[in-house]
């Protein structure tokens, strides 16, 4: 690794790429952050420079691959809500896959430099086998999960026709924040379990509405895996480092391995509040699996940061303003 390497950050003003972004800064490396401000936040982009733009415009991603010395790409910005893409699967290719589609031919154009890859769980679909392993086979249940899984398989076939090296990162449930108060989750609308929770808590926004009590689960509510954020972060770093030092091209997940129930959030987060968090129980979301967790995959040599539930929730709720 050269210390001023160039990393092109695509979505970097969103939640996971801007604390990407911190950790690229921190470990010595240059962000340029190009994101089209969709779902990201001009104020969140502090560790470099940002280009306004949009990953299916072929000629501004040329212009930002002339101006600046690309030596790797994280690619991070998509649309990334499982329910809202159930009912505009249209625009989820769009946003997922054409545009994934036009960053792939930009880069084999520039060079190929090494990629790392936003993929999800969602690729899974209704798993066979918790803890899942990398090598699970993937069968998405929603829109979304099929635009990840179509994005892994582009960037695969580019491997094999040009070259190009990748790191394809499964991610569990994003959560928390940065815990020096830097960033913090920002999605409008906001549809996580987690900030909902707290701002239900904090009296901002109406109770929790639990979707789903009758999951074949041990309280009947949905099992995810949740990851610190700033875990995900450091995990870019490196797969990007790996990348840069020759590795070849790999799959991982990214979840502490640990499953989580709505039930079991809403209690931590009650915690960390100081104050319960008032529910509503409503019925399932459409396109939710019941249980998913990641055989575990730090994707880093130092481990977890954030191992537990409480501590990612703890951080969560400080972001937040609430006692944490
Ligand atoms: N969930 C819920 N109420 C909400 C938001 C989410 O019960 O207001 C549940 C959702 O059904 C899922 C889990 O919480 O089982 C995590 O959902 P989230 O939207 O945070 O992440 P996803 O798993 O969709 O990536």
């Known amino acids: 690794m050269n210390e001023s390497d160039v990393i092109l950050v695509t979505g970097g003003a969103g939640f996971i790429g801007s604390h990407a972004c911190k950790a690229l800064a921190a470990a ?12 990201g936040h001009r104020h969140a982009v502090k560790w470099g420079p940002l280009v306004v733009g949009d990953v299916g415009d072929a000629e501004a991603l040329r212009r930002v691959f002339g101006d600046y010395s690309i030596a790797g790409v994280l690619h991070f910005a998509a649309s990334a809500y499982v329910g809202e893409s159930v009912g505009v699967p249209l625009r989820y290719y769009r946003n997922n896959v054409a545009t994934t589609m036009t960053l792939l031919e ?71 924040a940065d815990p020096d ?11 996580h379990l ?31 895996d949740y990851i610190h954020v700033s875990d995900l972060a450091d995990a ?29 959030v809403v209690e931590a987060v009650g915690r960390a509040a100081g104050m319960p968090v008032p ?5 399932r979301r459409a396109g939710d699996p019941a249980e998913l967790a990641a055989v575990s995959d730090s994707g880093t040599p ?17 972001s937040r303003g609430g006692k944490g």
């Open 106 to 176: 930009v880069m084999v154009e520039a060079g190929v430099p090494p990629l790392v890859f936003s993929s999800s769980c969602a690729t899974y679909g209704t798993p066979t086998e918790v803890p899942i392993p990398v090598s699970h086979e993937q069968r998405p249940i929603n829109p979304y999960g099929w635009t990840k899984l179509m994005g892994e398989q582009m960037i695969r076939d580019a491997g094999h026709a040009h070259g190009l090296r990748s790191v394809i990162l499964r991610y569990f449930n994003a959560a928390g």
């Open 194 to 224: 987690i900030p909902l929770a707290i701002d239900a808590a904090l009296g901002r926004r109406p109770p929790l509405r639990i979707f789903g009590t009758d999951y074949p689960t041990p309280d009947g509510t949905c099992i995810r």
């Open 302 to 318: 130092s481990g977890f940061r954030f191992p537990d539930l409480q501590g990612i929730v703890d951080t969560a709720v400080r």
């Open 236 to 264: 870019h770093v490196a797969a990007l480092r790996e990348l840069l030092g020759g590795g070849a091209s790999r799959i991982r997940n990214l979840g502490t391995g640990r499953g989580h129930s709505v039930r079991e």
């Open 279 to 283: 529910t509503e129980i409503h019925p």
């Open 181 to 191: 108060g830097d960033l913090c989750e920002e999605h409008d609308p906001e549809t």
């Open 28 to 39: 010595g490396f240059r962000p340029v952050v190009f994101d089209n401000l969709s779902m």
